[in-house]
């Protein structure tokens, strides 16, 4: 996500100054530091008005329980700062520490809007070892922000254990919402948005990939994948092969200036980027729901074929019939003859 704030449409703010240290002596400074016998007072309670139900609302959304901190899972622009919440900022400037993926990243996003706080990172290599750090403000009474280097924390970002934990311990634990690339790019789509399913990131070798593939095929919803340009081709085709030829949709550099969504079927799309190159940016990727019926016996073939390129007829068969939901015994018929199909075919090719 590097470098997902700059390009930005929005106009700087006077730059303001903002504690980033290396992350080494922020870590120390906050295990060491002295933990408050009171809860921090969250700016604007004493002012906020009592005679309007939203506010109040707002207000007790935004205000931590007497005696514990609380957690904020504060969601970033993923490109355009425009897109920042009023609620946001307030959350971020209250806040006693941010808890970031990466202090150089949130550091510049901070200072853009001169908001100067101490940071922590807390990312997948240190989690273990921060998390518990940062429980222990929280149970001290302070304010915390989790934010990663844009858009939603938790969406394929790190944090879902320090909430697990946060929650279980009692600490009030809250969300900002805001920007997240999935949701954008599934909107953008035009492809049916009542049931999804997002799947992160697709794997990085094809292998891989089609069997991620073959496991969702018969879900019966809309997919999302993250996926990076260097493999979007690649990655569209072996979708194309093992989901069926299905409409879908490329959204890239969303909320930037060059934000563009190309709609089109899995291989036409595959096509495209085949001939045209990768694209610049980062890039969601949408896939329709398979059709009713017709697309089913396709896909059983396709999950069937690359089941089959790893394992015994057997296991490939019981794979396939536990993630498609069709009978074992259909499903083994089937394998049994594609099998037999494939060694025939092998056996006129060593005879020709
Ligand atoms: N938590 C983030 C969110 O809610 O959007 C997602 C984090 S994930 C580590 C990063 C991936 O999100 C990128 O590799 C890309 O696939 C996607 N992404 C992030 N910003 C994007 C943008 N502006 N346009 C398209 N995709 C984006």
């Known amino acids: 996500m590097k470098g997902s704030h700059s390009g ?3 106009k700087p703010r006077p730059a303001g100054k903002t504690a980033v240290a290396d992350d080494e002596s922020v870590i120390s400074a906050v295990a060491s530091a002295t933990l408050r016998e009171t809860p921090g007072e969250t700016p604007g ?3 906020a008005p009592h005679d309007a139900a939203v506010t109040e609302t707002e207000a007790a959304a935004t205000r931590p329980v007497a005696g514990a901190g609380s957690l904020g899972l504060v969601a970033t622009p993923i490109g355009n ?3 920042i919440s009023a609620r946001a900022l307030d959350w ?3 806040a006693d520490l941010i ?3 990466d202090s150089r990243v949130s550091g510049r996003l901070l200072q ?5 706080k101490k940071l922590i990172a807390y990312h997948d290599h240190n989690a273990e070892e921060i998390r518990p750090v940062l429980l222990r403000h929280l149970a001290a009474g302070e304010r915390v922000a989790l934010i990663s280097d844009a858009g939603t924390p938790l969406i394929s970002d790190p944090g879902y254990k320090l909430v697990r934990e946060a929650a279980a311990a009692g600490i009030k634990v809250t969300a900002l919402p805001g920007p997240s690339a999935p949701l954008m790019a599934l909107i953008l789509s035009g492809l049916p948005t009542d049931r999804f399913l997002f799947a992160g990131f697709l794997p990085v070798k094809s292998a891989a990939r089609r069997q991620v ?3 969702l095929a018969a879900v019966p919803a809309s997919l999302i994948f993250f996926e990076t340009a260097p493999r979007l081709a690649e990655s569209l085709a072996d979708l194309g092969a093992m989901l069926g030829d299905r409409p879908a949709a490329v959204a890239r550099e969303l909320t930037k200036l060059y934000e563009e969504v190309r709609r089109g079927t899995l291989l036409e799309l595959a096509a495209h980027y085949r001939d045209a190159g990768p694209p610049r940016g980062e890039i969601v990727l949408v896939v329709g729901p398979p059709a009713p019926e017709t697309d089913i016996a396709f896909d059983l073939d396709a ?3 690359a089941a089959l390129a790893k394992m015994s007829v057997k296991d490939a068969a019981a794979l396939v019939a536990a993630n498609s939901g069709l009978k074992r015994r259909q499903v083994y018929a089937r394998a049994l003859e594609l099998a037999q199909q494939t060694s025939s075919g092998d056996q006129a090719e060593d005879e020709a």
């Open 8 to 10: 930005q449409r929005s």
């Open 45 to 47: 309670d004493k002012s």
């Open 81 to 83: 700062l425009g897109d």
């Open 92 to 94: 971020l400037r209250a």
């Open 99 to 101: 808890a970031c993926e």
């Open 112 to 116: 853009h809007f001169g908001i100067d």
């Open 213 to 215: 593939a073959a496991e």
């Open 303 to 305: 999950a069937l074929r």
